[in-house]
């Protein structure tokens, strides 16, 4: 059983930056890899990047490579993701993800998660 909560979501300007963060408890000692998703209304939730819990390689979405970075503290169990260069296209509610499982796969769809963070509200203004 973990627990995620989404933090630090709001209205930003096109090209400017914004860090989320994602604070997770209870067994955080089996996530294996935490994913960022997003979806704005009436989409589909994508895939939008990964960070392995234990080592800290990532992996992120062609639509965002180069703009978004993330990272993790272990002993404060959070997450990070920096937007740098929003676009409007960014907007979107973000969540957060853990998946315990060991794949031989990339883990970019939400099947391959189980626990879920509320989700925060990224709006990019032009």
């Known amino acids: 059983q973990v627990q995620l909560v989404e933090s630090g979501g709001g209205l930003v300007q096109a090209g400017g930056s914004l860090r ?3 604070s997770a408890s209870g067994r955080t000692y089996g ?3 935490l994913g960022w998703f997003r979806q704005a209304p009436g989409k589909e939730r994508d ?3 990964a960070i392995w819990w234990r080592g800290g390689s990532t992996y992120f979405a062609d ?3 180069g703009r978004f970075t993330s990272s993790r503290d272990n002993v404060k ?3 990070y993701l920096q ?3 929003l676009k409007p296209e960014d907007t979107a ?3 957060c993800a853990a998946d315990f499982a060991s794949h031989s796969w990339l883990p970019d769809n939400t099947n391959d998660y189980e626990y879920w963070g509320q989700g925060t ?3 990019v203004s032009s």
Request: charged share 5%; glycine share 4%; aromatic share 12%.
């Open 47 to 49: 895939f939008v990047g």
């Open 63 to 65: 639509s965002v490579k």
């Open 77 to 79: 169990s959070t997450v």
């Open 31 to 33: 996530i294996n890899v």
């Open 83 to 85: 937007m740098n260069s």
């Open 121 to 123: 509200q990224v709006t």
């Open 20 to 22: 989320l963060s994602c």
């Open 93 to 95: 509610v973000y969540y």
